[in-house]
Each structure stands twice: as structure tokens, then as C-alpha cells.
């Protein structure tokens, strides 16, 4: 008996570029390297999906896994972007030496991004569809291991899929939910990008999936006061007096997408930014929020439900005025229709 496994994808030519889900998806082509005795082996592509790890590996028993998320855009001349590369190479360094894992060098990583989106270019949604590829790498420790300690072998790779907007509508608002769990603890993981996270995070989600919300907000784990996470992706407010602002705690994943939004809204828009708390008894401060991240883009947040309140930000069902200029100016840099920051496109 065994497992069904994933059949491979479609030809190219029969996807519906406008209309892709986020949904696993077999490509050809798959990156692997392999860490044993202090060092980085055999690594290449491979069209094999699938891997073959020994039972008492650590990533199975304790978690001992990171991963990150980054897209590549087709561009209007046809050129390939990647956003920030370098940013997903430092952030998966940093939830490595969280889990004590040995890190995927820099350069390394974004060469082994390069390969994949090269391999499975047929696959990049075309310019103008608003779908992307997605690249998932991801380094989890295997061998007999069974103790609870670092593994002494490890696996990287990177896999790849077309995807569409990740919550339904896009810049549609939807609503949100206040979670009574906490995704992580105070001094936890919550700053890395590990599976244990989001192990925590399944139950809640699905409470607030079938309450009818898009997904759950996480508040501080300390009191339940302040607003973290909206799910899988970093919170941001617009106040009523045009400011910026954006949660600071250690259980919040460092998203690349907020630091870039924080750059653009200083530099691009010459709005004041502020790193700080949101309470949840101060949401009339603001006029505007959404949640941002890869795989979220930016999403408006129309309601929010915490206790017997429903706070409205901007409207449940239009988005406001500074959160689309935001998603225009980031979604342009990153097709390569507006200019970027120096450093922050990669060309594949
Ligand atoms: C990956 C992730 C984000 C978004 O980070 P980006 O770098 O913007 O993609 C936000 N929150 C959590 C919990 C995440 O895992």
C-alpha cells in the first residue's frame, strides 16, 4: 500500500493563467542538496518529487524544519524579476540558527532559485494575467536521529508553482476574525519561518474559516490586546492622519513585503511610518488596514471581529485610496513597471 502521489502538472498550454489558484502543482523541475559531514552535496535538479527520508528524522518527530516563500514575475519585455531574493536568504539564515540548521549561503540560494524558475520558465504565468511563480525552498533535518537534538543531515530544495491571489477578490476587503489562540509564544518561533508555527496556526485557522472569515488575527501573546498577525501574513494600518503603521513584537515573522511597504511609503509617498502597537480598543485611529505579504500581495481588511465588535476599517467592500496606491507602486516594482529601490530586483 502507499500513498497517492501528486500526478504531474498540466501542459502549460492548458492552464488558465487568470484564474490559478494557490494549489500544489508538480512541475518538471525541482532543486535538492544535501548537508552531510559540514557540508552541501550533490546539489541540482531533479524531476523527482518526491523524497525518501529515514523514520527517526528530526523534521518528522520535532519540527526541525524552515522554509521561506518568494515569487517570479514574467515582465512586460518578457525578462523574469525576483523580488528581493537576497531578503528570503537572510531571513531562512536567521530561522536556521533558531533550529540549529546549517545555512544555505547566500549566493547559493539565489543561484538555486535561478535554476528553478529557468527550468520550469514555461511555467511563469504570462505578463498581464496577475498570476505569478511561486517558489517554496525549504531545509528540513533527516537521518536515524530520534534523540532530541539537531539532525546531522539535512535537505534543501526549492519547488515551484503558478499561482493566482491567495485570499479570493484580490483587493477586495474581506473580514477577519481575533483568535483566542496564539500561533506562537512571546520569546517562541514566532520570527522564524518554521513548520511549527504553522502547525499551531491550522486549528484556529479553521475556526475561523468556519465562522466565515478569511482567517484569524493573532493578538499579542502576552495579554490579548495588540494586533500581530492576520493569519499567514504581517498587519498594517493607515491612520486617519495618513501615518504608516505597522506591529513591532518577537512573535512576528519579519515580512518582507511590510519592510518593502515601510520603504515605499516613506520614500516613494513621503508618508511619516511607524513601527509600534496596535491595540485593539484603538482601531478607530485608523482609516484604512490590510494584510501584506508574498503570498497575500496586500489584502484589504474590510471587518474585524473581535469579541461582540465588528470594527469596519475603510469599507467592507471597497479598498481605500492609500492601500491601493501602495499595491500599485509595489506590484509595478515587482513586474518591472515601476523602478525599484537600488538592489531590490534580481533579473533571472
Ligand atoms: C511568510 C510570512 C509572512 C510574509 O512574509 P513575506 O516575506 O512578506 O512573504 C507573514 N507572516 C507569516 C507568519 C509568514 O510565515
Known amino acids: 500500500m502507499s500513498l497517492s502521489k501528486a500526478p504531474k502538472a498540466k501542459n502549460p498550454a492548458e492552464l488558465d493563467w487568470s484564474n490559478l489558484g494557490f494549489t500544489y502543482m508538480n512541475l518538471p523541475y525541482r532543486y535538492r542538496a544535501y548537508w552531510r559531514d559540514g557540508e552541501w552535496r550533490d546539489a541540482g535538479l531533479t524531476e523527482d518529487a518526491t523524497i525518501t527520508i529515514n523514520e527517526g528524522s528530526t523534521s518528522l518527530h520535532y519540527g526541525q524544519e524552515v522554509f521561506e516563500g518568494l515569487k517570479a514575475y514574467r515582465c512586460k519585455d518578457g525578462s523574469i524579476n525576483l523580488f528581493r531574493p537576497d531578503q528570503n536568504a537572510q531571513r531562512m539564515q536567521n530561522s536556521c540558527e533558531r533550529l540549529m540548521m546549517p545555512k544555505v549561503p547566500t549566493e547559493m540560494f539565489i543561484s538555486a532559485l535561478k535554476s528553478v524558475v529557468k527550468a520550469n520558465e514555461e511555467y511563469i504565468p504570462p505578463y498581464g494575467t496577475g498570476g505569478t511563480l511561486y517558489l517554496r525552498p525549504y531545509l528540513i533535518g533527516v537521518g ?90 504581517n498587519f498594517f494600518g493607515i491612520t486617519k492622519d495618513g501615518k504608516f503603521v505597522t506591529p513591532k513584537s518577537p512573535s512576528i515573522l519579519p515580512s518582507v513585503t511590510k519592510f518593502s511597504l515601510l520603504y515605499l511609503a516613506e520614500h516613494n509617498f513621503g508618508m511619516e511610518t511607524e513601527q509600534g502597537d496596535i491595540y485593539i480598543d484603538q482601531l478607530d485611529h485608523f482609516a ?33 485610496p492609500v492601500t491601493r496606491k501602495l499595491y500599485d507602486e509595489l506590484t509595478g516594482i515587482q513586474f518591472g513597471d515601476v523602478k525599484a529601490p537600488e538592489g531590490w530586483i534580481e533579473k533571472v
Open 144 to 233: 536515524g536521529n530520534i534523540g532530541v537534538h539537531p539532525a546531522e543531515e539535512y535537505i534543501f530544495s526549492i519547488f515551484a508553482m503558478p499561482v493566482g491571489n491567495y485570499f479570493k477578490g484580490g483587493l477586495t476587503p474581506t473580514n477577519f476574525i481575533a483568535s483566542e489562540y496564539d500561533r506562537a509564544a512571546h520569546k517562541g518561533t514566532g520570527a522564524s519561518k518554521v513548520g511549527g508555527n504553522y502547525a499551531a496556526s491550522l486549528f484556529p485557522g479553521q475556526l475561523a474559516h468556519d465562522a466565515g472569515f478569511s482567517d484569524c488575527i493573532y493578538l499579542d501573546p502576552i495579554n490579548h490586546q495588540k494586533i500581530e498577525e492576520v493569519g499567514s501574513a
Open 288 to 320: 484604512e488596514a490590510g494584510a501584506c505579504g508574498t503570498a497575500a500581495v496586500i489584502s484589504p481588511i474590510g471587518g474585524f471581529q473581535y469579541g461582540d465588535h465588528f470594527h469596519v476599517f475603510y469599507s467592507k467592500t471597497e479598498v481605500g
